[in-house]
């Protein structure tokens, strides 16, 4: 079975410091990794994904995630936060291995704060 | 290019009451599917379309959800009789077709809010 770990519910920052967002996660074989973002009362925005290949991600509105195989994690980060960050991030993962399907499956999410 | 719809946005109904949601996918999005987001926790799928039939559905309560897709683009999602827990946000997706070894993007829509009473 494949599972996701966000192991922080809330995490506060600066405006214009640095975030990071943490995820973990397990699955048979490789992964594919995706971060989206809810904000109040939408739906998930697809931010970034990793499938193969360089372990930095670039993604949407200046958010960045890499991909550490040995540490089964998927950290999302952006260099200097603003306060229309503030929003619930989900971490998501689903196997490359064709046998298990190709549902995926969410973390219970993140909120980030962003503060003057 | 216009995103997933959904309607409608918000539903209040009583519990054994039935509800029925609906979703138009992006054009040429041959994958469609339904979450469930229960507050405080990540989308869980109920079930996965590609076209007109059904990829998995192993996590949709099967004596009270029904989904189709029958003309491979809109959907609908039905609960009857609806209970107290099915109070969540359902969200709706859609992707390009899905192959073996590849992945494409979700797009979500707006979803809709039940609340069962």
């Known amino acids: 079975a494949q599972s996701v770990a966000q192991p922080e519910d809330q995490v506060n920052v600066a405006e214009g410091n640095p975030l990071t967002v943490k995820c973990t996660y397990s699955?048979?074989?490789?992964?594919?990794l995706f971060w989206y973002v809810q904000y109040p009362n939408r739906g998930l925005q697809f931010l970034l994904k990793?499938?193969?290949?360089?372990?930095l991600v670039k993604g949407s509105y200046g958010f960045e995630a890499e991909f550490n195989k040995s540490q089964t994690s998927f950290h999302l980060k952006k260099p200097s936060a603003l306060v229309s960050d503030s929003a619930l991030y989900f971490c998501?993962?689903?196997?490359?291995?064709?046998?298990?399907?190709?549902?995926?499956?969410f973390g219970t999410g993140t909120q980030l704060k962003v503060e003057l | 290019e216009a995103g997933v719809a959904q309607s409608p946005r918000y539903k209040i109904i009583e519990k054994r009451q039935s509800v029925a949601f609906w979703c138009n996918p992006i054009?040429?999005?041959?994958?469609l599917y339904w979450y469930q987001q229960i507050l405080g926790q990540g989308p869980k799928l109920l079930i996965q379309?590609?076209?007109?039939?059904?990829?998995?559905d192993s996590q949709l309560p099967k004596d009270r959800f029904s989904a189709e897709r029958l003309k491979g683009v809109d959907s609908t999602l039905k609960i009857q009789p609806a209970k107290l827990e099915d109070s969540a946000v359902y969200l709706c997706?859609?992707?390009?077709?899905?192959?073996?070894?590849?992945?494409?993007?979700?797009?979500f829509g707006p979803g809709t809010r039940l609340l069962v009473l």
């Open positions: 998501a993962v689903r196997s490359t291995f064709t046998g298990g399907g190709n549902k995926l499956t």
């Open positions: 990793y499938i193969t290949g360089d372990n």
């Open positions: 054009s040429g999005h041959a994958t």
């Open positions: 997706a859609s992707s390009l077709v899905e192959f073996p070894g590849r992945q494409e993007t979700q797009y």
């Open positions: 699955v048979s074989g490789n992964p594919y």
């Open positions: 379309f590609q076209n007109n039939g059904v990829v998995d």
